[in-house]
């Protein structure tokens, strides 16, 4: 049986006192939102929440009183292309009126209203301690501001990076993104003198540096970020020196396994937020299993990610009708693959999502494994889930049949599907389907993730695709 409790546990709430900090990443902060259902299922409930950067999107559904699982179904709904909308012709063609690539006018009137953002619900919400971080431009200075007194243009500034969206000026002043700063306000949360303090952290930290002038903007954001959250650590190690045991403030900290793809993947579709949300679950699910109760180290292993290499990422989607309590229902099946080639040793992921009845609600999947049989020539994939407060496990074979059967989008018809439980009198088994038109519409995204040119990834996915067909 899993727990399940509001997320939110009150300003007034006794018990373990918790600050959630929720750190930028851009456009995939969709991310937070598998997090934090997970976390909800966990039975953990948060005092306090502070949103800085992209972070502030998941902080302000808090503050409206979106629950997490709609938190997800409306993430699923966004239409990623409206985060930047286009300014006037003439200010990309001089120096002195370009003032970036893109407004917020896309967020304020679609990505907003999708997400279910309400101001006056935030102004009015007085169950919760949300905080919100924004820089101060002119005085190089972060400012919090609670929900109770955010406004429109604070949340807008505190999403507004330089170079890809304008500053905002506020009365005199002009504020942006705090990135640049601190991308996650751990002195905030410190002054409610929590017991824990949660971090989800999407920025990358891994070991290269690349070349090319985008990535190296990224960059300078994950130094800014990662140095600022340094600091932070240090303050709290500082306080926590020479208290008990019992007395420290733990850090726990949820972070991908791998950097996550960038926003132009997102904007791409080589990524979407499906696979975020799903990705963001998994994590959670994984560090919850076993997390000790001291947290994590407070140095810069607390948001180190293994390097990605090279990951050949293609997605699948099966339908079909499955008995289910007795009575047959519509399955989706959602799985996102990725495979990567480290030091020459093939590392499988995968992360996935079920829908029943063509609901709008998709459950995402942990304890995600996939395994290859190249005698059979069967990719199994295996995973729990989570409905109605009880877990099922999940397992489904494919047949492997050619690279180039995958490249035309002709592999992966179909999946034979088997769902147990405990609560199951016997094991559930069905064949879902893959469509055609979803094989061949998809064919184009599948890609190689690395930081390579076009040609070296060619070979990089023949590399890749060698290894998982046994060839």
């Not at 924004?134 to 007194?149: A, D, G, Q």
């Not at 690395?450 to 890749?464: A, V």
């Amino acid at each position: 049986m899993v727990s399940t409790k509001n997320i939110v546990a009150g300003v007034n709430a006794t018990g373990v006192r918790r600050s959630l900090i929720l750190a930028g990443g851009g456009a995939r902060l969709s991310y937070q939102a598998g997090v934090i259902i997970a976390l909800e299922e966990e039975g953990l409930s948060f005092s306090h929440f502070d949103g800085t950067s992209g972070g502030i999107f998941n902080t302000a559904m808090l503050s409206s009183g979106i629950e997490p699982r709609d938190m997800a179904t409306r993430w699923r709904k966004v239409n990623v292309m409206n985060f930047s909308s286009l300014l006037s012709f003439r200010s990309y063609f001089s120096k002195n009126t370009f003032a970036a690539f893109g407004d917020a006018d896309g967020i304020i009137n679609k990505v907003y209203p999708t997400l279910g953002i309400d101001l006056a619900k935030m102004n009015a919400n007085t169950s919760i301690d949300a905080t919100f971080n924004v820089c101060n431009f002119s005085k190089k200075t972060i400012e919090v501001f609670s929900n109770r007194n955010v406004t429109l243009q604070h949340l807008v500034a505190g999403m507004s990076l330089p170079i890809f969206m304008p500053a905002i000026k506020i009365n005199s002043d002009w504020y942006t993104d705090a990135v640049w700063i601190k991308d996650a306000n751990i002195t905030e949360a410190i002054k409610r003198n929590p017991k824990e303090i949660w971090l989800v952290w999407a920025i990358g930290n891994s070991h290269e540096f690349l070349n090319g002038s985008f990535l190296q903007y990224v960059h300078m954001i994950e130094i800014s970020a990662d140095g600022g959250l340094l600091l932070e650590l240090e303050q709290l190690e500082r306080l926590n020196n020479g208290k008990p045991e019992s007395e420290r403030t733990a850090l726990h900290v949820i972070k991908p396994e791998f950097p996550l793809p960038l926003d132009p993947d997102l904007m791409f579709n080589k990524i979407n937020v499906d696979e975020l949300i799903n990705r963001g679950y998994a994590d959670a699910k994984s560090y919850l299993q076993q997390r000790s109760e001291k947290g994590v180290p407070l140095d810069y292993q607390a948001t180190l990610m293994k390097e990605p290499g090279a990951s050949l990422n293609f997605r699948s989607r099966f339908t079909g009708r499955m008995e289910w309590n007795l009575n047959p229902a519509d399955f989706c099946l959602n799985i996102n693959f990725n495979f990567r080639l480290i030091e020459n040793k093939l590392v499988l992921r995968a992360y996935a999502s079920i829908s029943f009845d063509s609901g709008e609600y998709r459950i995402s999947t942990y304890n995600n494994q996939i395994n290859l049989d190249h005698i059979e020539r069967i990719l199994t994939f295996e995973s729990d889930f989570v409905y109605q407060d009880q877990i099922f496990h999940l397992q489904c074979a494919l047949e492997l049949i050619s690279p180039v059967d995958l490249l035309l989008g002709m592999e992966f018809k179909k999946a034979k599907c088997t769902i147990s439980g405990n609560q199951l009198a016997k094991p559930i088994s069905g064949i879902l389907k893959q469509k055609a038109w979803f094989r061949v519409k998809n064919i184009p995204f599948i890609h190689v993730g690395s930081s390579s040119g076009w040609f070296e990834k060619w070979k990089e996915k023949f590399r890749i695709l060698k290894v998982v067909y046994g060839k």
